[in-house]
């Protein structure tokens, strides 16, 4: 009779815990932005600053972030697809960032996407294309 009862109370149990549904996860508060801007390059905010970390091995002039969160600042050379050279600076997060690109002319705001290793494709307001290299 114990028995009938003791499987009665696991399978009520396996019941009810199937059916439970967890809670909505709760929205994290982030000093991080979800999308890098062109003016990110200039200005270094008192949370970032906490996090500031200079490395000469790698490329990158600095990084600022926690692991998962990490972004990178380095400095870029390329080409317009029309041929003519550019140098700039950007930020990245993950596999996008944007920044300022220089030529003869001007300055030209940028978004900038990693294709491999050390090479990024940027596009301009334009729809102007640039290969990139990390310098």
């Not at 500031?52 to 990490?70: A, D, I, Q, S, W």
């Amino acid at each position: 009779m114990q028995k009938n009862y003791l499987i009665l109370l696991l399978l009520f149990t396996f019941y009810s815990c199937r059916k439970a549904s967890a809670p909505p996860p709760s929205q994290i508060n982030s000093f991080y932005k979800t999308v890098i801007e062109a003016d990110d390059r200039k200005i270094i905010t008192p949370e970032e600053a906490k996090t500031y970390h200079v490395n000469t091995t790698y490329k990158y002039e600095y990084r600022t972030g926690n692991p998962g969160h990490y972004e990178y600042n380095y400095d870029v050379k390329g080409i317009k697809i029309n041929g003519d050279s550019v140098f700039g600076n950007i930020n990245t997060e993950g596999k996008y960032g944007a920044g300022i690109l220089k030529d003869s002319i001007s300055e030209i705001e940028i978004k900038t996407e990693w294709i491999s290793q050390g090479k990024l494709k940027a596009l301009d307001n334009r729809g102007n294309e640039y290969n990139l290299i990390v310098k």
